[in-house]
């Protein structure tokens, strides 16, 4: 009389606490790996491109992107993003490396000014005022 008996947990119960319990750490992961892929820099940035040896001197006039950068000196930084949004690139290249874009507006800044030419809508953009590591707004001239 006065004693009560204990249920042993049957094989299904234990078996749906296993998977609530699987399926909590599957979304806390997810949600930390999107997390630290949203901040800024976590990105995989674009790899610039080497051109081919023939046409690389040609490839900057020509171009009629918004933007197109190509490494003349030995490297520099390169940060290419959307105002207040999407980070586009953000490498070292070196010589002979070059990457363009056509987005209304990016906010970029290199490191080394005079290793780079910078053209924007087809017309080089003179950099040798330009500070270190300064950030500039580059436009679509086309952009009504």
Known sequence: MGRHRNDPRGAGQVAAIAAAVALFVVLVALGGFFLYNSLPGNASPAQPSAPAADSAEEVGE????VLYIKVVGDSSDVLVRIPGGEVLTDTTMTQGQYLSYDHDAM??????????D????????????????????VENGAAG
């Not at 906010?107 to 780079?116: C, F, H, L």
Request: charged share 30%; proline share 3%; no cysteine.
């Open 62 to 65: 020509g171009d009629d992107s």
């Open 107 to 116: 906010d970029v800044t290199v490191s080394d000014p005079e290793a780079v």
């Open 118 to 137: 910078v053209y924007v809508n087809g017309e080089l953009k003179d950099l040798s005022e330009a500070e270190a590591g300064k950030s500039f707004l």
